[in-house]
């Protein structure tokens, strides 16, 4: 339990997560609640503030949401956003119209009124507009404190209380005076002791974990992965010996994917490693399976298989540890609520009730760059740390149709060069994620006096946010030309290397 929290409430916008992320960039911790949660019966006493985030209803004709009593009366600093705004008007019975078009995009917002929450914040700025209702009348007993034009209502405040509506997402463009105002509404309007910080989210974790645990054993599947790689690091010092973790090799990883974790614990004193080579059992199952779906299946099914055959030989394991982060518990959360956010997940399933296993999720409640954060200062290895995310079928999405052995090992080697190759020339980190794929046809060339028939690889790096959607990264054209022929002439097998320049959608980011 956090001693200060900023509840955030979630209607539907694409950007609740982002209000999450600015708040606690601010050191602050916050949590995000679907709108039913106002209904029930809340502890107040540790909530600071409250968010109202924008979405994509409309006040007008969906009456689905209204705003417990308690929001006006209890004296929590409260911030409507967008169609948390119009949330808080209707609740005063101000005037609300569907506009006939969106304002949307880049304006200009005058400062009308000093207030705290514009505090060191120049009286121009420029804001982030995407919505298409509007508010006609400043409720009664709210003033107007900023506008676009001399009309618009783009924020407003009650009078002699803490409570406030933008039409604007402060939360979106990060410009000194945006990221000003959710500075000034956390820490000078909501108070709060900016205790959100990497070395005590680390302490209280680790307490956490202690008072959960107890003396009982924890297992947890090591992926090489900076989730799970960042769980174990800090269950390790938690409970130290009473954590195993299970190092599976499926021969579908990447290459020295072991060395690398190997190396990334070596400083973890005493830490419990089993690795188990169980590539065979994996590649026998996928045999002659063409069908993507279908591998995925088989491997899902093999890694529990694999893990749950090894988690019996460990004595008296209670707990197993997952490195479930905190966007995959909000969107789970709001897909069962909001069906406007359903999202497809990839996630290989988790594994099954059945082990009889409690689960403990140390990084439940952080983002990705907290995540990140907290593995480094807990001394893992920055380069793991920053890794591009992997898929859990491994190198059998990026081998088309049959998965042999023959063709991972080709595959790992170009793969390892085009990496390397992007770390050497600092690129690697301007990209969410590259890898290559292998294709099993056969492609000419010449080589010296004689005449290639190999296999042809290609090249796939993107930029995006949210892997939702994501565009081809711009490569310099010497870099493509250097890592070509480096594959060609390092690797006999591969006679040709080419580009994937596809954005997704329409296409994915995996080749399967
Ligand atoms: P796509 O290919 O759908 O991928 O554009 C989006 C992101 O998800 C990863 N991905 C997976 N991750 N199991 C996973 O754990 C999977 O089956 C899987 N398929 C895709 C992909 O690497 C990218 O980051």
């Known amino acids: ?200 989210i680390i302490t209280n974790q680790i307490a956490l974990i202690k008072e959960k645990v107890k003396n009982d054993n924890v297992i947890l599947g090591l992926s090489g992965g900076v989730d799970s790689s960042v769980s174990a690091a800090i269950l390790h010092k938690a409970i130290g010996s009473r954590l195993t973790c299970i190092f599976i ?105 059945n082990m009889n296993l409690k689960l403990v999720e140390p990084l439940r409640e952080l983002f990705k760059d907290e995540v990140r954060k907290l593995g480094i200062e807990l001394g893992i290895d920055k380069k793991l740390i920053n890794r591009h995310p992997f898929p859990g079928p491994g190198l059998a999405v990026r081998i088309l149709g049959e998965v042999k052995k023959e063709y991972a090992d080709i595959l790992r080697e170009a793969d390892n060069i085009f990496i390397e190759m992007l770390h050497e020339k600092n690129l690697y980190n301007n990209i969410s994620q590259a890898f290559t794929v292998f294709m099993p046809v056969k492609s000419v060339g010449v080589t010296g006096d004689g005449r290639a028939y190999g296999n042809v690889v290609s090249l796939r790096a993107v930029k995006t946010i949210d892997f939702m959607t994501a565009k081809p990264f711009d490569f310099p054209f010497d870099f493509l030309e250097e890592v070509s022929t480096k594959i060609i002439n390092e690797i006999p097998s591969i006679s040709r290397v080419c580009l994937d320049i596809s954005s997704k959608p329409p296409a994915t980011i995996e080749w399967e």
């Open 249 to 353: 090799d499926n021969g579908l990883l990447r290459l020295n994917e072991k060395i690398q974790v190997e190396k990334s614990f070596k400083d973890f004193k005493g830490i419990k490693i089993i690795y188990i080579d169980a590539s065979d059992f994996f590649l026998k199952r996928l045999n002659g399976i063409i069908d993507p779906e279908e591998k995925r299946k088989i491997i899902g099914k093999t890694f529990i298989d694999v893990f749950q055959d090894e988690a019996k030989k460990i004595n008296n394991a209670q707990w197993l540890a997952q490195g479930t982060i905190y966007p995959d518990v909000i969107e789970s959360a709001a897909s069962s609520e909001n069906a406007h956010l359903i999202k497809s997940h990839h996630n290989v399933g988790g594994l099954p009730e």
């Open 1 to 200: 339990m956090q001693d200060q929290k900023i509840l955030v409430v979630d209607y539907g916008s694409q950007y609740t997560q982002l209000i999450a992320r600015r708040i606690r960039e601010n050191k602050t911790f916050c949590e995000v609640v679907q709108p039913s949660f106002l209904q029930n019966k809340i502890d107040l006493e540790n909530i600071i503030g409250i968010i109202l985030s924008g979405g994509p209803n409309s006040v007008t004709t969906d009456n689905n949401y209204d705003l417990p009593d308690f929001i006006f009366e209890e004296d929590i600093p409260v911030l409507g956003i967008c169609f948390g705004m119009q949330l808080i008007c209707k609740n005063f019975n101000a005037k609300i119209e569907k506009s006939t078009s969106r304002e949307y995009g880049k304006a200009n917002l005058q400062i009308l009124k000093d207030d705290l929450i514009f505090n060191d914040v120049n009286k121009s700025i420029e804001v982030w507009m995407s919505h298409g209702d509007s508010v006609i009348d400043v409720p009664k007993n709210f003033i107007k404190i900023a506008s676009t034009n001399k009309k618009s209502l783009s924020a407003i405040k009650l009078i002699d209380k803490n409570i406030y509506g933008f039409q604007f997402h402060p939360e979106v463009t990060h410009t000194l005076d945006s990221g000003k105002i959710i500075y000034n509404f956390v820490v000078k309007i909501c108070k709060s002791k900016e205790m959100w910080t990497t070395k005590n």
